[in-house]
């Protein structure tokens, strides 16, 4: 069975600060990652995507994950935390094959960004 | 490229009667996938539909269907609504299976149908 466990369920960060989302992943298979993001009253985005072309996936604004086997984590980064990062950060399993449309998601991360 | 479509965005329903959610998926998207959000339960899967076929299904009652049209187009119907049925739908699309490969397999999701219960 695959699984996935998000480490925090609130974040704060203040404005230019690392940004450090932590994600374990459990999986019996190579795992397809994600990280999607979501803003109030809105649906996901995608961010970032792990198919085992590179450990280091850099995705949109500015965020990347670094895919780690023997920790079985692929967490997210952001150098510097801006206002706009202010959301709710889903990480996310692939299904067994990874050729298919179901995702298995973590609990989310609420992201605080503080002035 | 329009994204993924989903129908209606907020509805209020009464406790035992059904709902029907839309979705449109991007064009040239055979799959389709529905997902439920609640702040208890978080992102659950409900089911995935591949050219007019169920391929995945999770863990929820039969009151909870779905189906897909010709055109890949899907819809979500909930039977007997309950309190505890209100919550985002979510609907995503892929390419997955698709020729694409696993490269293909970027799934992206509308913005969702708010359903309340009451």
């Known amino acids: 069975a695959q699984s996935v466990t998000q480490l925090g369920s609130h974040v704060s960060v203040s404005e230019g600060a690392l940004v450090l989302l932590r994600c374990n992943y459990s999986s019996s298979v190579p795992p397809y990652l994600f990280w999607y993001v979501q803003y109030p009253n809105q649906g996901l985005q995608l961010l970032l995507k792990y198919t085992s072309a590179a450990t280091l996936v850099k995705g949109i604004n500015g965020f990347e994950a670094e895919f780690k086997k023997s920790e079985t984590s692929f967490h997210l980064t952001k150098p510097s935390a801006h206002m706009s990062d202010a959301a709710e950060y889903f990480c996310a399993v692939s299904g067994v094959s990874g050729n298919t449309g179901k995702l298995i998601f973590g609990q989310g991360t609420t992201l605080q960004v503080k002035p | 490229k329009a994204g993924v479509t989903q129908t209606p965005r907020y509805l209020i329903k009464t406790r035992g009667q059904q709902v029907t959610l839309s979705c449109s998926p991007i064009s040239g998207h055979r799959s389709v996938s529905w997902y439920q959000q609640t702040p208890g339960q978080g992102l659950q899967f409900l089911f995935e539909y591949f050219s007019e076929t169920q391929r995945n299904k999770g863990n929820f009652p039969g009151r909870f269907s779905g189906r897909q049209f010709s055109n890949s187009r899907s819809e979500m119907n909930v039977s007997t609504l309950e309190l505890g049925d209100s919550a985002l739908y979510l609907c995503?699309?892929?390419?997955?299976?698709?020729?694409?490969?696993?490269?293909?397999?970027?799934?992206?999701f509308g913005e969702g149908s708010w359903l309340t219960v009451v």
């Open positions: 995503a699309s892929s390419l997955v299976g698709s020729g694409q490969g696993l490269s293909g397999n970027t799934i992206y």
